[in-house]
């Protein structure tokens, strides 16, 4: 017999009412649970009739509400160390961008330098051209005398 049924018997029979405000069912129909065959599940029942479920309701309410704010705390340094990570990354492309243009405007002067020194090169073999040429044209005359 389960003590829930047993103790409203118990009740209705000292009170002398014949009222009761759930349904009875017959005792017989009633399935009987053996201790010896199941008794992990009447241990883990046996405290259920006297639980505060709103005690318990209460807590998983608070519970839940901590752990909320333990999530929301996270995704807020989540978010600032994302931003953190933003700058550092924009800060190392910038860097980036500036050693590059750096190396750029080296590769221009050097070609620049390079163009410079080749048409002066150019200049010098063009007036050592003429000078042998000049050079040339007066032995010419000189054997023609």
Same mark, same amino acid.
């Given at each position: 017999?389960?003590?829930?049924?047993?103790?409203?018997?118990?009740?209705?029979?000292? *009170?002398?009412?014949?009222? *009761?405000?759930?349904?009875?069912?017959?005792?017989?129909?009633?399935?009987?649970?053996?201790?010896?065959?199941?008794? +992990?599940?009447?241990?883990?029942?046996?405290?259920?009739?006297?639980?505060?479920?709103?005690? +318990?309701?209460?807590?998983?309410?608070?519970?839940?509400? $901590?752990?909320?704010?333990? $999530?929301? #705390?996270?995704?807020? $340094?989540? !978010?600032?160390? +994302?931003?953190?990570?933003?700058?550092?990354?924009?800060?190392?492309?910038?860097?980036?961008? *500036?050693?590059?243009?750096?190396?750029?405007?080296?590769?221009?002067?050097?070609?620049?330098?390079?163009?410079?020194?080749?048409? #002066?090169?150019?200049?010098?073999?063009?007036?050592?051209?003429?000078?042998?040429?000049? !050079?040339? !044209?007066?032995? *010419?005359?000189? +054997?023609?005398?």
């Amino acid at each position: 017999m389960s003590p829930r049924v047993s103790q409203e018997s118990k009740i209705s029979q000292e *009170n002398g009412s014949s009222q *009761n405000t759930s349904p009875q069912l017959p005792i017989e129909s009633l399935p009987v649970p053996v201790q010896d065959e199941f008794p +992990l599940v009447s241990q883990l029942t046996q405290g259920l009739e006297d639980c505060d479920w709103e005690q +318990l309701q209460n807590k998983y309410s608070d519970s839940m509400e $901590e752990h909320s704010r333990v $999530e929301e #705390n996270l995704r807020i $340094e989540t !978010a600032k160390l +994302l931003e953190v990570f933003m700058a550092w990354s924009q800060t190392t492309v910038l860097q980036d961008e *500036n050693r590059a243009l750096k190396r750029f405007k080296t590769q221009m002067q050097h070609v620049q330098h390079s163009e410079v020194s080749m048409e #002066n090169k150019r200049k010098h073999y063009m007036e050592v051209v003429k000078a042998f040429q000049s !050079a040339l !044209a007066l032995l *010419n005359e000189q +054997l023609k005398i």
